[in-house]
């Protein structure tokens, strides 16, 4: 039987999709975050609910939307509110199961930044903030990043905190009275981090033909990997197929 490939951005799609459950309530953008909630409720979760910032609930577009703003993300909507709305009575309340996220830089304890890079009065690059990043980091019941996997991606401590993770680590998040339950996975393209239990982000699982010698090249501090760590599956045919015809036939994320 023929290996069937896969490219970086497919695998990470892939991945996160498997990350998500049935009946979840996902707070979700534009890219590769919306990519992977497509594909789950086209495979395992069929009755997962997507909610954009912009004030949609229980999205079904039509087509990959350009942004959060998109026209497509109202027809066939649920139902359609305010910006306040939304992350009052459903994100603050704890109504959203998941958040995703992505940044330039995340952290040993899984705290991003997608504010500065360098100093913050003088930077080398300055960046796009946080949007709606910051509180849902700090109200999801649980986050996932996705993002490839670059070691000045991931740096030990990132330049500016935008995304609360667990901060220095232990009981740091929790002494903030945030409710959410923080990054529960980081999705690259080399594996899976998850944080042990004080927070740190450890290498949790590997993707198919990556060493560990490669996922600690990549990071900026000495990666920790769990005991048992397994290899995740490669993408199906069917996830390849769903993903290449029927959701990014334009090759526009993948």
């Not at 991945?15 to 975050?33: C, E, Q, S, T, Y």
């Not at 609930?57 to 039509?62: E, L, R, S, V």
């Not at 913050?120 to 996705?146: D, F, T």
């Not at 980081?186 to 990556?210: F, R, S, Y």
Request: aromatic share 8%; glycine share 10%.
């Amino acid at each position: 039987m023929d290996e069937i490939s896969y490219n970086p951005q497919e695998l990470m799609v892939v991945n996160a999709a498997r990350l998500l459950k049935d009946h979840d309530v996902v707070f979700v953008g534009v890219g590769i975050p919306n990519l992977a909630c497509n594909l789950a409720m086209r495979t395992h979760a069929p009755n997962l609910q997507m909610i954009y910032e912009a004030g949609v609930i229980g999205a079904h577009p039509a087509r990959l939307p350009l942004s959060i703003g998109d026209p497509t993300l109202v027809s066939g909507a649920t139902a359609v509110c305010s910006m306040y709305d939304i992350f009052t009575l459903y994100l603050q309340r704890g109504n959203v199961d998941v958040g995703f996220l992505g940044g330039a830089q995340i952290d040993q304890f899984g705290n991003i930044n997608a504010t500065v890079i360098g100093d913050y009065q003088h930077p080398k690059v300055r960046l796009p903030g946080s949007g709606g990043a910051m509180e849902i980091a700090a109200w999801a019941n649980r986050c996932y990043i996705i993002t490839p996997h670059q070691k000045r991606r991931f740096p030990a401590r990132v330049d500016f905190h935008t995304s609360i993770g667990f901060l220095s680590g232990g009981d740091a998040r929790a002494k903030t009275g945030v409710r959410g339950g923080g990054p529960q996975a980081v999705v690259t393209n080399l594996g899976i981090l998850k944080p042990d239990e004080q927070g740190e982000m450890v290498l949790a699982a590997i993707h198919p033909g990556v060493t560990y010698e490669q996922a600690r090249e990549n990071t900026g501090w000495p990666l920790k990997i769990t005991e048992d760590c397994p290899e995740t599956l490669p993408p199906t045919a069917d996830e390849l197929y769903i993903l290449r015809e029927k959701l990014d036939p334009q090759r526009i994320y993948i």
